[in-house]
């Protein structure tokens, strides 16, 4: 714990020497973006996030842009040094939390204690190949750090035996996310959007998604799904239905996925 404050401390430090040429928000608004597009970038190319990136460098000097460069190795070392939110923890020592919009992050024991909860429900289904988690509003991912740790903790490697799917209206804490869980490299995607409507404007999955063939692997459980509904259906003593009550039970190919909990 103490290696982990070493380094909030560390990106505070380099976070306040922007000074006030620039607004603290757009600061770490525009490192969420130089991060989260570097490293999806970086295994699958998005032409879009590329544009961004580029548009936003031209508000920094060159030492400037290397100042953000470090506040992402410092970063990098503040998760190996533990597994806590890092992110959700520095921006919440930095006051940029959003008090109007209902913007707080979670602390740390309390999404362990909370994700030990989930962990429990969910023991059955770690049996199988792997368990879908999804966050409805993620903020910078604390409940998914926190959930993976867990799952360490356990005996379980979050790294091939989970897929995230976490949501939030504020593409800044779900940049921040993308960031945490593309580098403890945690499966699954974010998603820009609004929930409550399921509308999502951006996508973006993490690098181990793809390098772990996760689309292969949600598709395959999907059809297993599909088929057991099927079955049981197939199963069941024929009845005789009045025709509003014949609505298939079989989900939509374009169906969000089915979560375990």
């Known amino acids: 714990e103490g290696r982990v404050m070493d380094h909030q401390k560390a990106f505070i430090k380099c976070f306040e020497a922007f000074g006030p040429k620039h607004n603290r928000y757009q600061v770490i608004s525009d490192f969420a973006l130089f991060g989260a597009s570097a490293l999806h970038n970086a295994v699958a190319f998005s032409q879009e996030l590329e544009d961004d990136y580029l548009r936003t460098t031209k508000r920094y000097d060159r030492d400037e842009l290397s100042r953000h460069a470090e506040l992402l190795g410092t970063v990098v070392a503040g998760l190996e040094a533990g597994g806590e939110d890092f992110l959700g923890q520095a921006f919440m020592a930095l ?22 909860i989930s962990l429990n429900g969910a023991r059955s289904n770690l049996a199988d190949e792997f368990v879908t ?129």
């Open 133 to 261: 988690l999804s966050e409805p509003a993620c903020g910078a991912g604390g409940m998914v750090v926190a959930f993976a740790e867990i799952m360490r903790e356990a005996g379980h490697n979050s790294q091939r035996q989970l897929w995230v799917q976490a949501w939030d209206i504020d593409p800044l804490p779900a940049r921040l996310c993308y960031i945490q869980l593309a580098l403890l490299h945690i499966p699954g995607e974010i998603v820009i959007g609004d929930t409550l409507r399921y509308e999502a404007r951006q996508v973006m999955r993490t690098p181990a998604h793809y390098l772990g063939f996760w689309d292969a692997k949600l598709r395959r459980r999907q059809e297993h799904q599909t088929a057991a509904l099927v079955t049981q259906e197939s199963a069941k003593p024929a009845t005789s239905l009045a025709p509003a009550q014949c609505a298939s039970t079989v989900p939509a190919a374009d169906q969000q996925f089915q979560f375990d909990f």
């Open 95 to 116: 006051e940029l939390g959003n008090d109007r919009a209902g913007q707080f992050f979670t602390p740390w024991h309390v999404s362990k204690m909370m994700a030990q």
